[in-house]
C-alpha cells in the first residue's frame, strides 16, 4: 500500500504506471505486540484487536496512503461465513459447549492478503533408483537396481505463495484456488470495512518453500515416466526461476478462536466460499454423544426384536 512498485516486480513497472491513478485517504496501520502481525484499515472506527491472534495489545497510528491494489473482489459475503460456521460449528454436537458459548461469531475480520502470483519454470535433472523384481531358479527373489535420469522442463502458471507467516501454508493451500480472470484494479474507499495484511516474507525467502511445494508435483510425473515397477527417488538437481511476479491480494474471512490457551483458525476464501475451520473436539461432549448414539441404536433394535 505504499506505490506501484510494490505490486509489481521491476520488469513490470513501466506497464502498470500508465493505468494507476492514485487515492489518499487516512490510513489506520496496526501493529500487535503479541504476534507481530501488521495490518491497514480506512475504517474511521478504531478497531481494537488484532486480527490474527485475537489479542486486544495493539498499537494504532495514522499516516496518508495510496489505495489501489491488484485484487480480486470479495464475491461471498459476511453472512456465507457465518452460515457454515453455524452448520460445522454451533450444530457439531462434538464441538465443546464452552467453545461455542464464545460469542465470537460476528467478530470475522474480512480481510485481503497479500500474496505472490508468480508463473515459475522448474527444469534440470532428477534422479531415480529403478528396481525389478526377479525370482531365480532357486525361488529366491532378488531386487535389480538401475539408475535412471529424468530431464524435466516445466512451467507452472499462476502459483500463488503466501506472504504471512503467521498464516500456515498447509491451510492456505486447502482454500487458495481463486480465479485470477478477476484479478483488477480496487480501489479500497470503496469498502472500508476490509483490513489489509502487510506482508511479513519476501520473495527470496519463499522461494524455498515455493520449491517444495512445486517439487512434489514434478516429481510424481517425471516417475511415471521411470520404465520400472520400484521407483525411488535418489537425488533432485533441478532450479527454479520466478516470473512475472506480482503482488496481488486475496479476498478471505478470517476468525481466530482463542480456546484452552490454542488459537482456533477459521478462514474462508472470499471469492468461492471454499473454507478451513480448526475445530476443538470436546471429550465430555464425545462421550455423551456416543452415549446417545448406542441408546438410540438399542432403543431400535429393542423395539425391533420385540415387535417382529
Ligand atoms: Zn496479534
Given at each position: 500500500?505504499?506505490n506501484?512498485?510494490?505490486y509489481?516486480?521491476?520488469?513490470?513497472?513501466?506497464?502498470?504506471?500508465?493505468?494507476?491513478?492514485?487515492?489518499?485517504?487516512?490510513?489506520?496501520?496496526?501493529?500487535?505486540?503479541h504476534?507481530?502481525?501488521?495490518?491497514?484499515?480506512?475504517?474511521?472506527?478504531?478497531?481494537t484487536?488484532?486480527i490474527m491472534c485475537?489479542?486486544d495489545?495493539?498499537?494504532?497510528?495514522?499516516?496518508?496512503?495510496?489505495?489501489n491494489?491488484?485484487a480480486?473482489?470479495?464475491?461471498?459475503?459476511?453472512n456465507?461465513?457465518?452460515?457454515?460456521?453455524?452448520k460445522?460449528?454451533?450444530?457439531?454436537?462434538?464441538?465443546?459447549?464452552?467453545?461455542?458459548?464464545?460469542?465470537?461469531?460476528?467478530?470475522?475480520?474480512?480481510v485481503?492478503?497479500?500474496?505472490?502470483?508468480?508463473?515459475?519454470?522448474?527444469?534440470?535433472?532428477?534422479?531415480?533408483?529403478?528396481?525389478?523384481?526377479?525370482?531365480?531358479?532357486?525361488?529366491?527373489v532378488?531386487?535389480?537396481?538401475?539408475?535412471?535420469v529424468?530431464?524435466?522442463?516445466?512451467?507452472y502458471?499462476?502459483?500463488?505463495?503466501?506472504?504471512i507467516?503467521?498464516?500456515?501454508?498447509?491451510?492456505?493451500?486447502?482454500?487458495?484456488?481463486?480465479?485470477?480472470?478477476?484479478?483488477?484494479?480496487?480501489?479500497?474507499?470503496?469498502?472500508?470495512?476490509?483490513?489489509?495484511?502487510?506482508?511479513d516474507?519476501?520473495?527470496t525467502?519463499?522461494?524455498?518453500?515455493?520449491?517444495?511445494?512445486?517439487?512434489?508435483?514434478t516429481i510424481?510425473?517425471?516417475?511415471?515416466?521411470?520404465?520400472?515397477?520400484?521407483k525411488?527417488?535418489?537425488?533432485?538437481?533441478?532450479?527454479?526461476?520466478?516470473?512475472?511476479?506480482k503482488?496481488v491480494?486475496?479476498?478471505?474471512?478470517?476468525?481466530?478462536v482463542k480456546?484452552?490457551?490454542k488459537l482456533?483458525?477459521?478462514?474462508?476464501?472470499?471469492?468461492?466460499g471454499?473454507?478451513?475451520?480448526d475445530?476443538?473436539?470436546?471429550?465430555?461432549?464425545?462421550i455423551?454423544?456416543s452415549?446417545?448414539?448406542?441408546?438410540?441404536?438399542?432403543?431400535?433394535?429393542?423395539?425391533?426384536?420385540?415387535?417382529?
Open positions: 500500500m505504499t506501484e512498485e510494490n509489481w516486480n521491476d520488469s513490470l513497472s513501466e506497464e502498470v504506471d500508465a493505468d494507476v491513478f492514485e487515492t489518499e485517504r487516512t490510513c489506520f496501520n496496526y501493529k500487535c505486540n504476534c507481530n502481525t501488521i495490518f491497514l484499515s480506512f475504517a474511521d472506527n478504531k478497531i484487536k488484532c485475537n489479542e495489545d495493539i498499537k494504532c497510528s495514522s499516516s496518508i496512503e495510496s489505495v491494489v491488484f480480486i473482489a470479495f464475491a461471498k459475503v459476511l456465507d461465513f457465518i452460515n457454515i460456521y453455524k460445522k460449528i454451533f450444530w457439531n454436537p462434538l464441538v465443546p459447549i464452552k467453545f461455542k458459548r464464545k460469542k465470537i461469531i460476528y467478530s470475522v475480520s474480512k485481503y492478503l497479500p500474496a505472490f502470483l508468480s508463473n515459475i519454470n522448474q527444469k534440470g535433472l532428477i534422479h531415480f533408483i529403478g528396481g525389478e523384481k526377479e525370482t531365480k531358479e532357486d525361488k529366491r532378488e531386487t535389480k537396481r538401475y539408475n535412471v529424468e530431464r524435466v522442463y516445466f512451467d502458471n499462476d502459483i500463488l505463495i503466501n506472504t507467516s503467521k498464516l500456515d501454508d498447509k491451510v492456505f493451500q486447502t482454500i487458495c484456488d481463486y480465479d485470477f480472470s478477476n484479478l483488477k484494479e480496487v480501489d479500497s474507499s470503496d469498502d472500508l470495512e476490509i483490513s489489509y495484511l502487510v506482508k516474507i519476501d520473495i525467502d519463499v522461494s524455498e518453500k515455493t520449491r517444495g511445494r512445486i517439487a512434489k508435483q510424481s510425473i517425471a516417475a511415471q515416466n521411470v520404465p520400472h515397477s520400484l525411488k527417488l535418489k537425488a533432485d538437481e533441478t532450479s527454479i526461476t520466478f516470473a512475472n511476479t503482488e491480494y486475496v479476498p478471505i474471512y478470517l476468525l481466530n480456546y484452552k490457551n482456533y483458525q477459521c478462514i474462508m476464501n472470499g471469492q468461492n471454499k473454507f478451513h475451520f475445530i476443538p473436539i470436546g471429550i465430555i461432549e464425545t455423551i454423544f452415549l446417545i448414539i448406542f441408546c438410540l441404536v438399542f432403543l431400535i433394535s429393542f423395539l425391533i426384536v420385540y415387535f417382529l
